[in-house]
């Protein structure tokens, strides 16, 4: 539900009022929030054309771009959209999301924990019911999703790994969907202008009030007597210690570009009928290329299904483009049973056989031997995929076509992968990808549109879904894994403990997910959807 009512200052702690000093002599005088150093604001605006920008939390984090961000949104339809024109005829707007834009639908289990996380801090929920809402994950320490809603990027939520907990980090649109009845400040008419329209910080004599709760490192809304935001920031002392200074630096702005923001309920449905001739034109080339691609090469056309949606969304434009055709699943053992039955599901759902080849000996005998695998030494692929896959190719067909869900969007090197490519350690397969040009939005509203057995997985918060254990994902990933599969989590912490001990590796090296990095070479070359 919407927040129209201006917030409640009354229960902050309210500061005696107090002349505005002119604190520079000899000049105009100032609105305290002048007063304030440039911020991250400023360190943007420079770096912005190096393809660096600052988080939220002022860390510097490099922009990357996989390719042109087609996401735009629809203010008659409240929809994304994924060109220029809505079905409905109206204009899309382009929504600012921070590269490299592969955002993704928020289903039920993260408008929960977006809502919890914001409830905790700010005492309100942010993603009101009803309204569609996307999370965008971004460049940061560990894991950050920008949140979308009504067609602006109104906050973040952060994960911190050291204290296990997810921080949001709200934007002045998010005062459109909230309310904060906690940790906010209240700021005095004169400095207004400053703060507002020149992202000028709060200094004590502009201060009114502040709420008892915000302590020093707080994201607070910052608001005016009458209960408008007018931004947000990171609060630099304690509640206490604002109220009894003088002078000084309260709340430090955070000043953001701002975009129209258009609250409005709407569905998955409407998103898809929204998007209906920019799906079918997705389609229609998808199709063609696995048609031209089958037409050239005479293997046998296969799908690679990993239980993920792009794997999912392959094997249904090949399904129009050829037919029923086997799935080759490699299973690594070390999948999540959702995905297993998953693979299942879609088998049975299309009619298809399943050639499933696992060897999870081998996995267990390489990890005593070398160790768990990590994002720079993935043997788990080699071992686990590409080396049974070729047996079970050579066993099935001798040679076989095979297409693949990978992105464009998804990594650097996926952008720079050729469409269609033979990999070193399995020559006997040739790979496809029909959907290398999708965004994770034109996967999902094409899954949506035809109602395909997704992973449930992806209903509890997980992004991407690979074995259960695999070094590439972050921190909050494990966390959540740790919430919804605890047997998985413990046996894996075991046996890395095992590893730990064995080797006379430091305590850490477990706790804080050390063991994801070895410091050599990246191998995702071998990686395998
Ligand atoms: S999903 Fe991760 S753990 Fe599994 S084989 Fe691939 S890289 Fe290894």
Same mark, same amino acid.
């Given at each position: 539900?919407?927040?129209?009512?201006?917030?409640?200052?009354?229960?902050?702690?309210?500061?005696?009022?107090?002349?505005?000093?002119?604190?520079?002599?000899?000049?105009?005088?100032?609105?305290?929030?002048?007063?304030?150093?440039?911020? /991250?604001?400023?360190?943007?605006?420079?770096?912005?054309?190096?393809?660096?920008?600052?988080?939220?939390?002022?860390?510097?984090?490099?922009?990357?771009?996989?390719?042109?961000?087609?996401?735009?949104?629809?203010?008659?339809?409240?929809?994304? @959209?994924?060109?220029?024109?809505?079905?409905?005829?109206?204009?899309?707007?382009?929504?600012?999301?921070?590269?490299?834009?592969?955002?993704?639908?928020?289903?039920?289990?993260?408008?929960?924990?977006?809502?919890?996380?914001?409830?905790?801090?700010?005492? =309100?929920?942010?993603?009101?019911?009803?309204?569609?809402?996307?999370?965008?994950? +971004?460049?940061? /320490?560990?894991?950050?999703?920008?949140?979308?809603?009504?067609?602006?990027?109104?906050?973040?939520?952060?994960?911190?790994?050291?204290?296990?907990?997810?921080?949001?980090?709200?934007?002045?649109?998010?005062?459109?969907?909230?309310?904060?009845?906690?940790?906010?400040?209240?700021?005095?008419?004169?400095?207004?202008?400053?703060?507002?329209?020149?992202?000028?910080? @709060?200094?004590?004599?502009?201060?009114?009030?502040?709420?008892? =709760?915000? =302590? *020093? %490192? /707080?994201?607070?809304?910052?608001?005016?007597?009458?209960?408008?935001?007018? %931004?947000?920031?990171?609060?630099?002392?304690?509640? =206490?210690?604002?109220?009894?200074?003088?002078?000084?630096?309260?709340?430090?702005?955070?000043?953001?570009?701002?975009?129209?923001?258009?609250?409005?309920?709407?569905?998955? *449905?409407?998103?898809?009928?929204?998007?209906?001739?920019?799906?079918?034109?997705?389609? &229609?080339?998808?199709?063609?290329?696995?048609?031209?691609?089958?037409?050239?090469?005479?293997?046998?056309?296969?799908?690679?299904?990993? %239980?993920?949606?792009? !794997?999912?969304?392959?094997?249904?434009?090949?399904?129009?483009?050829?037919?029923?055709?086997?799935?080759?699943? &490699?299973?690594?053992?070390?999948?999540?049973?959702?995905?297993?039955?998953?693979? *299942?599901?879609?088998?049975?759902?299309?009619?298809?056989? +399943?050639?499933?080849?696992?060897?999870?000996?081998?996995?267990? !005998?390489?990890?005593?031997?070398?160790?768990?695998?990590?994002?720079?030494?993935?043997?788990?692929?080699?071992?686990?995929?590409?080396?049974?896959? %070729?047996?079970?190719?050579?066993?099935?067909?001798?040679?076989?076509? !095979?297409?693949?869900?990978?992105?464009?969007?998804?990594?650097?090197?996926?952008?720079?992968?050729?469409?269609?490519?033979?990999? /070193?350690?399995?020559?006997?397969?040739?790979?496809?990808?029909?959907?290398?040009?999708?965004?994770?939005?034109?996967?999902?509203?094409?899954?949506?549109?035809?109602?395909?057995?997704?992973?449930?997985?992806?209903?509890?918060?997980?992004?991407?879904?690979?074995?259960?254990?695999?070094?590439?994902?972050?921190?909050?990933?494990?966390?959540?894994?740790?919430?919804?599969?605890?047997?998985?989590?413990?046996?894996?912490?075991?046996?890395?403990?095992?590893?730990?001990?064995?080797?006379?590796?430091?305590?850490?090296?477990?706790?804080?997910?050390?063991?994801?990095?070895?410091?050599?070479?990246?191998? *995702?070359?071998?990686?395998?959807?």
């Amino acid at each position: 539900m919407i927040c129209p009512d201006p917030p409640i200052p009354a229960t902050g702690v309210r500061r005696k009022a107090r002349a505005i000093p002119a604190l520079i002599k000899g000049r105009r005088r100032q609105t305290p929030a002048e007063y304030s150093p440039e911020g /991250d604001c400023e360190n943007h605006r420079k770096c912005a054309k190096t393809f660096i920008y600052f988080s939220p939390m002022g860390i510097r984090m490099p922009r990357i771009y996989l390719g042109k961000i087609p996401l735009r949104w629809c203010d008659t339809c409240h929809t994304p @959209v994924l060109s220029g024109t809505c079905a409905c005829g109206a204009p899309a707007r382009p929504v600012a999301v921070t590269p490299p834009g592969d955002a993704r639908p928020a289903f039920p289990d993260d408008v929960d924990r977006v809502n919890r996380v914001f409830c905790e801090h700010f005492g =309100a929920p942010l993603i009101p019911e009803g309204h569609l809402s996307l999370l965008n994950k +971004v460049p940061a /320490d560990d894991r950050m999703d920008e949140i979308v809603l009504g067609g602006a990027v109104v906050g973040a939520i952060r994960y911190i790994p050291g204290e296990q907990r997810w921080e949001p980090l709200p934007r002045p649109n998010a005062a459109a969907f909230l309310r904060p009845t906690k940790r906010y400040v209240v700021v005095d008419g004169g400095a207004i202008p400053s703060i507002r329209d020149g992202g000028a910080s @709060v200094l004590a004599p502009g201060l009114l009030s502040i709420d008892p =709760a915000v =302590a *020093e %490192g /707080d994201e607070v809304f910052i608001l005016t007597e009458a209960g408008e935001c007018i %931004g947000v920031g990171r609060a630099k002392v304690d509640a =206490a210690v604002a109220t009894a200074m003088e002078r000084g630096l309260v709340v430090r702005t955070r000043r953001n570009v701002s975009s129209a923001c258009v609250p409005g309920e709407a569905t998955w *449905e409407d998103a898809v009928a929204a998007n209906e001739r920019i799906l079918a034109e997705y389609e &229609a080339a998808s199709i063609q290329f696995v048609r031209d691609v089958a037409e050239k090469n005479p293997e046998r056309p296969t799908v690679s299904y990993s %239980g993920g949606k792009d !794997s999912l969304a392959t094997l249904l434009i090949v399904l129009k483009a050829l037919g029923p055709v086997p799935l080759l699943f &490699a299973d690594t053992g070390l999948e999540f049973p959702e995905t297993c039955e998953n693979v *299942e599901a879609v088998a049975e759902r299309y009619g298809l056989e +399943v050639l499933r080849v696992c060897d999870e000996a081998a996995f267990w !005998s390489e990890f005593e031997r070398s160790g768990p695998p990590a994002v720079d030494n993935r043997w788990c692929c080699r071992v686990c995929k590409l080396h049974p896959l %070729g047996r079970l190719i050579d066993e099935h067909f001798g040679e076989c076509l !095979s297409f693949i869900g990978q992105r464009k969007y998804e990594s650097v090197r996926r952008m720079q992968s050729r469409r269609v490519w033979r990999n /070193d350690r399995v020559p006997q397969q040739l790979s496809a990808a029909p959907i290398q040009q999708w965004t994770a939005m034109h996967v999902w509203l094409y899954i949506f549109r035809e109602k395909a057995p997704y992973n449930r997985l992806y209903e509890r918060g997980l992004d991407r879904i690979g074995c259960f254990m695999c070094p590439s994902s972050d921190l909050a990933t494990f966390a959540l894994i740790r919430e919804s599969c605890p047997e998985l989590s413990e046996m894996w912490l075991a046996k890395l403990a095992g590893w730990q001990e064995k080797q006379g590796l430091p305590r850490d090296w477990v706790e804080r997910g050390l063991w994801r990095k070895r410091g050599g070479a990246d191998e *995702e070359e071998d990686s395998y959807n």
